[in-house]
């Protein structure tokens, strides 16, 4: 079966700006989590939906933000972009507390 | 306040001896511990997971022990393979509450095999 996918993989976009990233997990995994890699901090919690409702929210301002879709596709924005945004951003999915997968990323660069 | 820990940034070993990577955690409300392994450029891939109603769970080459009382876990490579250089990361999540899919993780030990 198809894995958890993320798109674009890769984003350059400049300061001030805003951006959306997309997951379509797992089929029949109907959480969804987002986490920001960066070389200093390791991967941090952003969100997880579930049914399309948000359950958990990690230490990140309010710039950014996520949703999910009725089908489980979760997208994640993040609005007036700062350089220190420049990171990986991963998207896993589960059907149960140990089914983690993750997709290969969104590489973000902030320029 | 990092609450799980991964001491070691990097580990070199031989093809064929043991890596043993370590972690330490602080927060005693985990109670499911992973291990995930990436590579550049990819997402990170799920190895092998361990129950705190546990002390050892084995797969194939790969051991995870956990020492609760010392919050401590580890992850043994027998043998180790030049394919297994990668970076691993150790996580760990309190899944008592019910519904906690959050996962924190270490910020990870890169391993080199060297062949």
């Known amino acids: 079966k198809a894995g958890v996918t993320q798109t674009p993989r890769y984003l350059i976009k400049t300061r001030g700006q805003q951006v959306t990233l997309s997951c379509s997990p797992i089929?029949?995994?109907?959480?969804v989590s987002w986490y920001q890699q960066t070389p200093g901090q390791g991967l941090q919690f952003l969100f997880e939906?579930?049914?399309?409702?948000?359950?958990n929210k990690g230490n990140f301002p309010g710039r950014f933000s996520g949703r999910q879709f009725s089908n489980s596709r979760s997208e994640m924005n993040v609005s007036t972009l700062e350089l220190g945004d420049s990171a990986l951003y991963l998207c896993?999915?589960?059907?149960?507390?140990?089914?983690?997968?993750f997709g290969s990323g969104t590489r973000l660069t902030v320029v | 306040d990092q609450q799980v820990k991964q001491n070691s940034p990097s580990l070199s070993v031989q093809e064929g001896r043991i890596s043993i990577l370590n972690c330490d955690y602080t927060?005693?409300?985990?109670?499911?511990f992973l291990w995930y392994k990436k590579y550049p450029a990819e997402g990170p891939t799920f190895l092998i997971s361990?129950?705190?109603?546990?002390d050892k769970n084995e797969d194939g080459r790969f051991t995870v022990f956990l020492n609760k009382s010392a919050k401590h876990l580890s992850l043994h490579i027998v043998p180790s393979q030049p394919g297994d250089s990668a970076v691993y990361f150790c996580?760990?999540?309190?899944?008592?509450?019910?519904?906690?899919?959050?996962?924190?993780f270490g910020k990870g030990t890169l391993l080199t095999v060297n062949p």
């Open positions: 927060n005693s409300m985990f109670d499911y």
């Open positions: 089929s029949g995994h109907r959480s």
């Open positions: 361990i129950s705190s109603i546990k």
């Open positions: 939906y579930f049914s399309e409702t948000q359950r």
């Open positions: 896993a999915s589960s059907w149960d507390r140990g089914g983690y997968t």
């Open positions: 996580a760990a999540s309190d899944q008592s509450g019910g519904s906690n899919y959050k996962l924190t």
